[in-house]
């Protein structure tokens, strides 16, 4: 028998209609579906009904499965030669467990693609109204995780909210905005400097709070989760430019696509 494929699919911010058309003929072809917990409802129902789904989400707090589990499932199914999608969110390898499941596939035989997908990154900014590298205002945009593995917070970005025509956008912060905040302000960062909190990013809950540093703890309380932040001064273009329009999907169906 010979081996089966992993596709590691990026299955973008929440929103079903910003699943990539590659992304969503290979859900349509695969014999078994491993997915994350903030995999939306709408992209779960267009999984076919014959495919196996197996929910591996890795929530803070409640590790449903190690990953070393999920990499031995991963290859159970494919040396049984079945078609498996680990289905994720965002991008696959975008602060997620996408390159560690390539590799280990790579190095067990099994032959693997990886189809890109939006990450929260760059499409919860816009959602919100705010160009991460609007011309004029930010020079560039850097993507960081304020969560290590072992529970442990990561600040070493800080320091470069101090540039003035610098973005920075930051996922898994919303739980750690009272060190961050600490930590800013005791490296001189200005209080003044504007931040977003996005939750929900292109869903049908998506909500946005713009604040500032010195008012983000505060500001933080009670916000959704998931949630990411942006520093800047490109949030203040959140009162002029659109935001992102979700369209309500009054049913769900499977989508059956020829290959």
Known sequence: MMNGKLYLIGCG??????????ALKTINKLDVALIDHLLTDEIIALIPSR????FVG??????SFPQD?????????????????RLKCGDPYIFGRGTEEA??????????????????ALSAPLSAGIAPTARGVSTGVSVVSAHLS???????????????????????????TRQIVKEALDKGIDSS????????????????VITTLGELITAAKG?????????????????????????????CHDIALSS
């Open 13 to 22: 911010p929440g929103d079903a209609d910003l699943l990539t058309l590659k």
């Open 51 to 54: 495919t196996k789904v197996v």
């Open 58 to 63: 890795k929530e803070k707090g409640k590790h």
């Open 69 to 85: 589990q999920i990499n031995a499932m991963i290859t159970e199914y494919a040396l049984q030669g079945l078609t498996v999608g």
């Open 103 to 120: 590799i280990y596939a790579s190095q067990n035989a099994i032959e693997t693609e990886v189809i890109p997908g939006i990450s929260s």
């Open 150 to 176: 072992g529970d442990r917070v990561n600040l070493s970005w800080i320091p470069m909210l101090s540039v003035e025509d610098h973005t920075t956008v930051v996922l898994m912060g919303l739980s750690r």
């Open 193 to 208: 400097l504007p931040v977003a909190i996005i939750s929900n990013a292109t869903t049908a809950y998506q909500s946005s």
């Open 223 to 251: 916000a959704p989760k998931p949630a990411i932040l942006v520093f800047g001064n490109v949030v203040n273009l959140a009162q002029v430019l659109p935001t992102y329009q979700y369209e309500s999907k009054e049913e």
